[in-house]
């Protein structure tokens, strides 16, 4: 039996509760925090599940017990929340990650953390140099995905930040600096290989290697950067081979915020990604239909499923599940195979709060439903 059609997934993070950040920081839940924590609670009924945590939170002293609690009881929330959306696939909005640069990172050897730089949405991480050779000092996210494998209802999908990603965003000393000679463009692409190819090989692949261990059959490779360097397709995508290499999963690319036609058709040389999930709501309107983009599939030949992004996630207003089902219905007909089609946001929706992104993946998947219904004959 096929599956249905304009599944919806996830595609990163989620909105950090006040309850989670007053008790990870070991302060004292104030009346804000207590009384978001009931709200949702009301909602999800999340807390009943780990009551254990629930104490050690809300009648704990405030400390490493209660931010234990929190950091457990916050990713159940995250599940619960994107399951009562009605997702076919979740994660735990990376609840339990300080940043999806700085988390692995801090798993690795051969890295020294220089200090905070500012993302695009005035949040701040620490960027790192690479001092010495790249290992992985231990597999990061199995306990992680361990926790959100035996609560989940819907299927899990493992978001992890990819090699060519993480060597782009850091200070590339070590590798660099066994360039010989002048460090002009040609020692400097020469050294930027020699750290990705590093990292593909001994850090994501063993982690990757790691999580399908446990049971993981749904991994989501994550590569912000591969958008605003289009001349190193081909390095992004040896990367991408290299970490996947003998992997027995379901990958998939994300790319957000990018020019794609730009990117192809190197891009389509990642061998194992099986699904493209990529941005398009945040630059579609009348004057201009983002989802063309996808004739080029067409025009290359590639049969590959692809992500939709129908939620613009830079902004509070909510589409309308009108809107969502008339650009999945746009993206079917250029695609011309509904069958290839998941439905997410374009990138993750921590910048919004929690009852806006709520609207919205509530709209996202009443929006699918519609196009489903509408394509079967059977709408109204």
């Known amino acids: 039996m096929s599956p249905p059609l304009f599944r919806c997934q996830e595609i990163g993070s989620l909105a950090r509760p006040r309850w989670q950040l007053l008790a990870q920081k070991g302060s004292p ?24 945590a629930r104490t050690a939170l809300l009648e704990g002293p405030p400390g490493p017990a209660a931010g234990a609690a929190a950091g457990a009881l916050a990713s159940l929330f995250s599940l ?141 490779i994550d590569e912000p950067a591969a958008g605003t360097h289009p001349e190193e397709v081909p390095l992004i995508v040896e990367g991408f081979n290299e970490a996947t290499e003998g992997i027995d999963a379901e990958l998939t690319m994300h790319v957000c915020f990018s020019d794609y036609r730009k990117l192809l058709p190197g891009l389509l040389e990642a061998k194992r990604c099986r699904q493209w999930a990529w941005e398009f709501a945040n630059r579609d309107d009348e004057a201009h239909d983002a989802y063309a983009l996808l004739d080029a599939f067409v025009e290359y030949g590639d049969r590959r499923d692809v992500g939709i992004g129908v939620l613009n996630v830079h902004v509070d207003a909510v589409e309308t599940p009108e809107l969502v089902a008339e650009r999945i219905e746009r993206a079917a007909r250029h695609l011309g195979d509904p069958g290839r089609l998941w439905v997410n946001p374009d990138c993750g929706l921590r910048t919004r709060s929690l009852a806006v992104a709520d609207a919205k993946l509530r709209a996202m998947v009443e929006g699918a439903r519609r196009a489903r219904a509408k394509l079967a004959g059977t709408a109204g």
């Open 29 to 52: 839940l104030d009346a804000s925090a207590r009384s978001e924590f009931a709200e949702w609670d009301g909602r999800l009924g999340f807390a009943r599940e780990l009551p254990d």
């Open 80 to 220: 619960r929340y994107l399951e009562s959306a009605g997702l076919d696939r979740v994660y735990d909005g990376e609840a339990r990650r300080v940043e999806m640069y700085e988390h692995p990172v801090r798993n690795l050897e051969g890295f020294r953390f220089t200090g905070h730089v500012r993302s695009f949405d005035a949040k701040y991480y620490r960027k790192a140099a690479v001092v010495g050779p790249v290992r992985l000092a231990r597999p990061y996210d199995l306990d992680e995905f361990d926790f959100v494998r035996s609560h989940a209802r819907a299927e899990p999908k493992v978001p992890v930040t990819g090699p060519y990603t993480l060597a782009d965003w850091s200070y590339n000393e070590y590798y660099l600096g066994r360039q010989p000679g002048w460090k002009g463009p040609a020692r400097r692409r020469a050294a930027q290989r020699e750290l990705v190819v590093a990292l593909a090989r001994e850090v994501i692949r063993p982690t990757l290697r790691a999580l399908v261990d446990r049971g993981c059959r749904v991994i989501q």
